[in-house]
T-cell receptor
Framework: AQKVTQAQTEISVVEKEDVTLDCVYE???????LFWYKQPPSGELVFLIR??????QNEISGRYSWNFQKSTSSFNFTITASQVVDSAVYFC?????????????FGQGTRLTINP | DAGVIQSPRHEVTEMGQEVTLRCKPI?????LFWYRQTMMRGLELLIY????????DSGMPEDRFSAKMPNASFSTLKIQPSEPRDSAVYFC??????????FGNGTRLTVT
């Protein structure tokens, strides 16, 4: 069975602070994808990143960075110098690498509020 | 690229009524997914299609739910009869092969 746990239900920080969203996953698959999606107040789901289990290199995209550690089954997401526009619910997700379709299993989400 | 288009954005109906949610995937995407989002259960996969063929419907909650994809540019999710516990946001998503899913804006369904 696959499971994604986002232990932080809500996080509230002041603008310009750095914030890290935690994600821990469970899977019996040896190969898999990990994802982060953003759901802003408008409700749509926006794709942020996908990593495959072969690649444990950390990734940085502007103020966003992701730390994948297979040894601890974690895929954490850090926002540096947070901005009010970063306020959203963030979802971590997992899918097996096998097969053609990506059947995403989502965590419960972390609601991030950035206060001015 | 117009993205995945869902209609309606909001639907309010009475218990027992039939509800039909619609989705137009991104052109060229061969996979289509229906997800449901509720406070209690989060985001869960209901069914997905590949090249218009249903591949896995194990997430469909019960026989009241059905989904079709008559062609590559259109899919429906139908609930008949609807119940208050079906109230949720229903998302449609599409992808070309193994590429990341693109989600629509969702349909917020309220069953009273």
């Amino acid at each position: 069975a696959q499971k994604v746990t986002q232990a932080q239900t809500e996080i509230s920080v002041v603008e310009k602070e750095d914030v890290t969203l935690d994600c821990v996953y469970e899977t019996r698959d040896t190969t898999y994808y990990l994802f982060w999606y953003k759901q802003p107040p408008s409700g749509e789901l926006v794709f942020l990143i996908r990593r495959n289990s072969f690649d444990e290199q950390n990734e940085i995209s502007g103020r966003y960075s992701w730390n994948f550690q297979k040894s601890t089954s974690s895929f954490n997401f850090t926002i540096t110098a947070s901005q009010v526009v970063d306020s959203a619910v963030y979802f971590c997700a997992l899918s097996p690498l096998r097969g053609g379709a990506q059947k995403l299993v989502f965590g419960q989400g972390t609601r991030l509020t950035i206060n001015p | 690229d117009a993205g995945v288009i869902q209609s309606p954005r909001h639907e309010v109906t009475e218990m027992g009524q039939e509800v039909t949610l619609r989705c137009k995937p991104i052109s060229g995407h061969d996979y289509l997914f229906w997800y449901r989002q509720t406070m209690m259960r989060g985001l869960e996969l209901l069914i997905y299609f590949n090249n218009n063929v249903p591949i896995d419907d194990s997430g469909m909650p019960e026989d009241r739910f059905s989904a079709k994809m008559p062609n590559a540019s259109f899919s429906t999710l139908k609930i008949q009869p609807s119940e208050p516990r079906d109230s949720a946001v229903y998302f449609c998503a599409s992808s070309p092969g193994r590429s990341p899913l693109h989600f629509g804006n969702g349909t917020r369904l309220t069953v009273t």
